[in-house]
Structures are given as structure tokens and as C-alpha cells.
């Protein structure tokens, strides 16, 4: 016989379990507890239904910490489909649960890879919780957080990319307007996912199309960097470095110099603090910033970051085989430089190292 003071006891048992990292047992305490409300509404619906869909409700966030995906969206689904029938009875209650219900369905579904139906689910929760306007609880102000932030990263997934900084924008402002944190994983892997995204454009030859997220990553990790002291550096570096290379692609080495010249900037303290890990992003970046300098021309100003680079690559090489084409292309590109600057016999030697450096090694 189900008992709802062992139920509710369950459900705060975990609360208290997924508070302790404890996702496996918080787990089957969230299943004991549902068993427990569902055997209770089967007897008296109108007493217990919502509970039922609370319980449900935490299970879904139960099964998302272990990553059952699958059984998340069917436990969700009928969570959904309680708080509609209650919703039915009465809208100005519970209406809002059905807005948060359509939030977490759309994670689920998003989970699976069903973007499209994970779109429309959360869009219906926006419109839900739109509907309801100044009469919508503040407590649930994190819903529609949550709902913004979710309808980012589903755009994302559907290569909306326009569409998803938009939706970006709105989720860091409402946050802001609403004195609400934006959860720490937020923005962060936001930044990522856009960089990674930039990244696969330019991989595929779509430089024009690339700019866009390559610019959204660096104000998002300078965003970052800022309100961390520092702690985002590197990540920086790495966005300001594909927007110089992206802009480089497109011939607009003028625009590329400021963002390549910041990530010279920022690979130099990461090779300061570890050398192993960032004398070969300080060498990639100032072999970028003399190629820049060289094609507007800038050929005596090009000499030094393409010599610097080419120090470096030469330093790791003797270490590592690996990094000898490294060298053999920052070599090469210097040469132009020496050549530029009127430096015939140094331009020489750099020729002639590079094209020994082909010979012996490719």
C-alpha cells in the first residue's frame, strides 16, 4: 500500500542523494518515489496528479545525470501529459508546469538528435510561457532561462547559426535583466561549440560563412576571460587566431592583423607560464602574423614575428620530426619577408633550409 509521506520522503531523499553527486542512487530513490505517487493517483487522481508529475518530472533529471537519454523523453512525454490534463481544469495554475514540461522534453528529444522535434517543443514552451506574460510566477523565471538557453543550442545543432546567436543574445540578456546567473556550463561551451563549428566551416573551405561563429566565439571568451581574470586566455588566443586565419582566407588581411597581433599577445604569457604546451601556439601565431604582414607588403615589419616563429620552430624541431614541416613552411614564408626587406643573402639561406629541410624529410 503506498503511503505519500514515504513518497515524499523518497522524493527529498533525492533531492539530497543528486545534491551529493550521488546520480545512481538519487536515481532509484526518484523510481521508488514515482512507483509510489503512481499507485497513490491511480486511488485519488484529483489529490495526486501533480505530485505524480513532480515526481515524474524529477525522474527525467534523475535519468538525464546518468544519461539515459532515451527513457528521459518517455518519463518526460508523460510528465507533459499530466500537467496538460491538469491544465485543462485549471490553465492559471498549471499552465506554467506545462511550458516547463515542453522545456525539458525538447533537452531530451535534443539528446536523442531529434533537433526538429526538440525546436518545436521548446518553441512551444516559449510561447507558452509568452502567453502568460506578467501573471507567469517569478519562480519561474530559470524556466525560461533554461527554455532560451535550450533553443540556442538546438538552432545550433541545426546549423541555424544566424538564428542561434540571435537566440544567444536573448538568453544572456534575460538572465541579466532578471537577475538570474547563467549556469556556469552555459557560455562556455557555447563558445566552444561556436569555435568548433567555425573551425569545421573553414575545414570545409567555407571561410565567408565561418566568420560569423569565429567572431561570436571570441566575444564570448573574451566575455569569459574578463569576468574570470584570466582564465580563458588560451581559449582566446585560439578564437582571436581562426578569425586572423578565416580573415586571412578572404583577403581581408587588414582586418586580420588586430586579432592576430591579441593572439601573439596571449600565446606569449602561455609559453611564459608552459613552455611544452604553448611555444607551438606562439610559433603558429607569430608565423601568421609575419605571413599577414608580408602580403599587405609590410615586408621590413614582417622580418621580426617570421623570424621569431622560425627560432621557435627550430628549437622544437630539434625534439620533435614532426614539427620539421612546421618549420620548412614558417622558413619559406620568411624568405618572402628577407626578400621584401632587401635581405638577398638571408632570403637565400632561408630558401635553401626550407628546400633541405623537403628533401630530407617529405
Not at 107 to 112: D, H, I, P, S
Amino acid at each position: 500500500m503506498a503511503d505519500p509521506h514515504e513518497a515524499k520522503a523518497l522524493e527529498d531523499r533525492s533531492h539530497e542523494l543528486a545534491d551529493a553527486g550521488l546520480a545512481a542512487e538519487a536515481l532509484a530513490a526518484c523510481e521508488a518515489a514515482v512507483a509510489q505517487y503512481r499507485e497513490l493517483a491511480d486511488a485519488d487522481p484529483g489529490e495526486y496528479t501533480f505530485a505524480l508529475a513532480v515526481a515524474l518530472t524529477n525522474l527525467g533529471g534523475a535519468l538525464e545525470n546518468v544519461d539515459a537519454a532515451h527513457d528521459t523523453v518517455a518519463v518526460q512525454s508523460e510528465a507533459l501529459r499530466l500537467y496538460r490534463q491538469l491544465a485543462d481544469a485549471d490553465p492559471g495554475r498549471y499552465a506554467p508546469y506545462v511550458a516547463l514540461a515542453l522545456t525539458n522534453q525538447a533537452g531530451g528529444l535534443a539528446n536523442q538528435g531529434k533537433f526538429t522535434e526538440a525546436l518545436e517543443s521548446v518553441d512551444a514552451a516559449l510561447d507558452g510561457f509568452n502567453r502568460l506574460g506578467p501573471s507567469l510566477p517569478s519562480e519561474f523565471n530559470p524556466a525560461v532561462g533554461q527554455a532560451l538557453a535550450t533553443r540556442a543550442w538546438v538552432l545550433m545543432d541545426l546549423g541555424r547559426l544566424d538564428t542561434a546567436l540571435e537566440t544567444v543574445r536573448d538568453t544572456l540578456m534575460y538572465h541579466d535583466r532578471n537577475g538570474l546567473a547563467v549556469p556556469d556550463s552555459f557560455a562556455p561551451e557555447l563558445a566552444v561549440a561556436l569555435h568548433e563549428t567555425a573551425d569545421k566551416l573553414s575545414d570545409d573551405g567555407k571561410h565567408a560563412e565561418a566568420l560569423e561563429p569565429a567572431g561570436a566565439a571570441v566575444d564570448l571568451f573574451r566575455e569569459l576571460t574578463e569576468e574570470s581574470s584570466g582564465a580563458f586566455d588560451v581559449e582566446l588566443a585560439h578564437a582571436l587566431y581562426l578569425l586572423s586565419y578565416e580573415l586571412n582566407e578572404l583577403g581581408r588581411y587588414d582586418e586580420a592583423l588586430a586579432p592576430a597581433a591579441e593572439a601573439v599577445d596571449l600565446f606569449r604569457v602561455q609559453a611564459a607560464a608552459d613552455p611544452e604546451s604553448g611555444l607551438p601556439d606562439l610559433a603558429m601565431a607569430l608565423h601568421n602574423r609575419g605571413y599577414q604582414l608580408s602580403m599587405l607588403e609590410r615586408f621590413d615589419e614582417a622580418v621580426a614575428p617570421g623570424g621569431e616563429a622560425v627560432g621557435i620552430y627550430r628549437e622544437l624541431a630539434a625534439a620533435d620530426r614532426t614539427t620539421r614541416a612546421d618549420l620548412a613552411e614558417a622558413l619559406k614564408d620568411h624568405a618572402i619577408a628577407l626578400h621584401g626587406a632587401s635581405r638577398r643573402s638571408d632570403a637565400l639561406a632561408a630558401e635553401q633550409e626550407a628546400k633541405g629541410l623537403r628533401r630530407r624529410f617529405f
